[in-house]
């Protein structure tokens, strides 16, 4: 078998490669296809850099991604050119939403050859242009226009601003490639020297000593003494310092499910802010300071009382936004360093006795009510999501939207279930959650656990046709409520025809499905059934399926029992006076 050609097009794609090599990229999702088939075969042979293959552009996108979210380093996906590049979009919305560095490396045709009607020909650049950060259309390979030296500079351009500028997120990078059906199509040339470069570690950015005091004079606050902590997904700092912020500070933290916090327990943690604020009685508006960490909460009952609250926000995440929908006046801060974290604590201030006691007696009680009702209810998603929510033995956990990780956030208390918490969270979709899955189970080399709705497995089955699933130990639980129960909670159930038309239950067989691809597959019908489950998938050398079978609309029979009764015994506290020493009974 001969080696790559030595055509123009191999030149051009050995430098792109060497490039995003010695700028950090170590992971590739490859989509090979004919326009891109030699950078495909190029980026396979380069030292360093892993390539993950996969047949559909769509979760190979989301397979990126997870990568991503697992260890936090850049990571791209190549594709060919066409429709190809349409399938990126959603894990490029999930992408900008969040800042974080997916490097899309789209082919296309030369720019010479892009008329009307030409097969495979779209304008990728004009497609992809709402959605990244940072754009990068290279001319046709060597066709005089711009010279090797002059493209690496362009790339590494490209790179250092979406991987590590103010506003991190999608990178585009088109490449024309020559020939009129493959990239080995093409007349021979040969790679000049080219000086080699250092590699560039990439830093996070980070707030200094001065950017914490002058955020605090923004602020126009002294010191806090009725102060919150807010915790929600890409936690912009470590659950230890979580931990250290919280103890200088004293401010109670609602732990937002996706932040990963509650299996951490930091002092002063809160889990049951969901179900209160659902229950209208979160509380938030009784605070002089709001300190946010990272993204926004799940719960829409919470992202109401947070945009009812009109003090000072204080607002730590690890990119820019751009304008922030749940605080748009908050005081922006970038992760402080150790020093910097140390002045953050000692700066806002130090909360009052009375408002750690209140807050600690609600967190009791709620939760109190939360254990008794969960133990005591039928068989239904919310028994089901309880016991995989708080299952142990599994690395992380990932919560598929919309249903799962409401009902997560709603069910996790202290220390419940995997150190690590994903979701997408960014747009809020069902899209490609199996390749998410996938690619956090390969970058964080550990057990995943997966609560997962029917419709959101349907939609990315394509996912479940790589076999680097075989490599994957852990549990996918599918909820089986026969289609679309979120909408069951809303008032459209009480139009004539919503079954069919909003819930639009799929007919699927899940073990045919589990044989078809290889996996084992337990369906079950019942507590014990499930935890038998969850038990053999800890110890299995490979990845369940683990079908739970529940009566459809359970949640509009348990959920606001379950919140009109925790809301009922916090606003008990509330109502009582709270002496210092003094916490009620759980």
Known sequence: ??????????????????????????????????????????????????????????????????????????????????????NLLPAMAEAEARGLPLILLTCDRPVSGRMPGEPQTLPQQALCAPLARVQLALPDPLDGSMTLPAMRDALEEALAEGIAGTRTGPVHINIPQW????ATEDDPASLPPLEARPGRAWQPRLASASGVRDAIGELGLSKARRGLILAGQDLPISPSE?????????????????????????????????????????????????????????????IKAVKRFDGPVLHLAR?????????????????????????????????????????Q?????????????????????????????????????????????????????????????????????????????????????APILALVG????????????????????????????????????????RIEGYAATMRNPPAIDFGGIARSFGFDHRRCGNRQALAEALGEATGASRLLLIEMAVPPGTPVRDLPRLISAMGSSALAVRQEPVCSNTVPAA
């Open 1 to 86: 078998m001969s080696g790559l050609p030595g055509n123009r097009n191999a030149v051009w794609d050995r430098v792109l490669a060497d490039t995003l090599h010695a700028h950090g990229i170590r992971r590739i999702v490859l989509c090979p296809g004919g326009r891109n088939g030699l950078l495909a075969m190029t980026l396979h042979r380069t030292p360093g850099i892993e390539c993950l293959f996969h047949v559909d552009e769509r979760s190979a996108g989301f397979l990126a991604l997870g990568t991503i979210l697992a260890d936090g380093r850049p990571a791209a996906v190549c594709t060919t050119s066409g429709s190809a590049v349409i």
């Open 179 to 182: 020939g009129d059906y493959c």
């Open 242 to 302: 979580v931990a250290a912020l919280a103890s200088a500070t004293g401010f109670p933290v609602i732990a937002d499910i996706c932040s990963g916090l509650r299996h951490h327990a930091p002092p002063g943690l809160l889990t049951t802010a969901d179900a209160l604020a659902e229950a209208g009685v979160a509380g938030i508006e009784d605070a002089d300071l709001l300190v946010r960490l990272g993204g926004a909460p799940v719960s829409p009952g919470l």
């Open 319 to 359: 990119h820019d936004p751009g304008g922030d929908f749940l605080t748009p006046s908050a005081i922006g801060l970038p992760p402080p360093g150790a020093d910097a974290l140390a002045l953050l604590g000692a700066s806002l201030g130090q909360a009052a006795p009375e408002w750690q006691e209140t807050w």
């Open 361 to 445: 007696a609600r967190e009791a009680m709620a939760g109190a009510v939360r254990d008794i009702m969960i133990d005591a209810v039928e068989w239904g998603e919310l028994a089901a999501a309880a016991q995989v929510v708080r299952a142990s033995g599994f690395g992380a956990l990932h919560c598929a939207n919309s249903m799962s990780v409401r009902l997560a956030g709603l069910l996790a208390g202290r220390g419940d279930g995997p150190a690590r918490i994903f979701s997408a969270r960014g747009v809020n979709g069902t899209d490609g959650t199996l390749g998410l899955v996938l690619g956090e189970a390969l970058a964080a080399n």
């Open 454 to 493: 029917d419709q959101a497995f349907t939609h990315d089955l394509p996912a479940l046709a790589n076999p680097l699933w075989h490599e994957v130990r852990g549990a996918i639980c599918v909820m089986n409520n026969a289609g679309g129960g979120l909408f069951d909670l809303t008032a459209a159930r």
